[in-house]
């Protein structure tokens, strides 16, 4: 298996829901990254997951919740959005920087989840 | 703090011929890796070819290879033969050695027939 699979693909929701986003990947990855994506604009990182322990926030509003249960799971948890939230959220995965071969570094994405708040 | 330009923002090539997309990058770091990464309309971001920086030979893939200048801060991508599969958005991307993967603002290719 070398995909990473994200859920749902679409997503609609009122600013007072809560929701969440879910990522899966079985390559064996313990690196996990969701990032953010506005139309015809380059990914911007939101959080790391290195070893299912949160390594790297880029400042995100706590109304983003990541949750990394297990070393194949990833969830952002979705709570009191704000129109501007609406993008597309990509999840990615990769071997960690230490570990010693030609696959570390390398980002696996998957095909995102398009959120919209009304 | 590490950054990515991608002075195309659009380009375009016809069908079997060589278009060269542009990327420049500044850090101070000697050691991290670069990457270009395909986004076709369908979404789905998908990596091109990558390039350790300490490594001076240039990256190729099939059609795709890079022109990788260390001391310029310049990593070129070179398309071959292009296809009309190979339009899509291209991203440069830079690695550094707290693993952040950094995108440049990407540039429009557009194969035509």
């Known amino acids: 298996d070398t995909e990473v699979t994200q859920t749902p693909k679409h997503l609609v929701m009122g600013m007072t829901n809560k929701k969440s986003l879910k990522c899966e990947q079985h390559?064996?990855?313990?690196?996990m990254y969701w990032y953010k994506q506005k139309a015809k604009k380059p990914p911007e990182l939101m959080f790391v997951?290195?070893?299912?322990?949160?390594?790297i926030n880029e400042s995100v509003p706590s109304r983003f919740s990541p949750e990394c249960p297990n070393s194949s799971l990833l969830n952002l948890h979705l709570h009191a959005l704000q129109p501007e939230d609406s993008a597309l959220y990509l999840c990615?995965?990769?071997?960690?920087?230490?570990?010693?071969?030609?696959?570390?570094?390398?980002?696996?994405f998957g095909a995102g989840s398009r959120l919209t708040v009304l | 703090a590490q950054t990515v330009t991608q002075s195309q923002p659009e380009m375009s090539v016809q069908e079997a011929e060589t278009v060269t997309l542009s990327c420049t990058y500044d850090?101070?770091?000697?050691?991290?890796?670069l990457f270009w990464y395909k986004q076709p309309p369908s979404r789905q971001m998908i990596l091109v070819i990558r390039?350790?920086?300490?490594?001076?030979q240039n990256a190729t893939e099939n059609r795709f290879s890079v022109n990788f200048q260390k001391a310029a801060k310049s990593f070129s991508l070179k398309i071959s033969d292009s296809q009309l599969g190979d339009t899509a958005m291209y991203f440069c991307?830079?690695?550094?050695?707290?693993?952040?993967?950094?995108f440049g603002q990407g540039t429009e290719l557009s194969v035509k027939p």
């Open positions: 850090t101070s770091e000697n050691n991290y890796y």
């Open positions: 390559m064996g990855h313990r690196a």
């Open positions: 997951y290195s070893y299912e322990k949160l390594s």
């Open positions: 990615a995965s990769s071997h960690p920087r230490d570990r010693e071969d030609s696959g570390a570094n390398v980002l696996t």
């Open positions: 991307a830079f690695m550094d050695t707290g693993g952040k993967l950094i």
């Open positions: 390039q350790e920086a300490y490594k001076q």
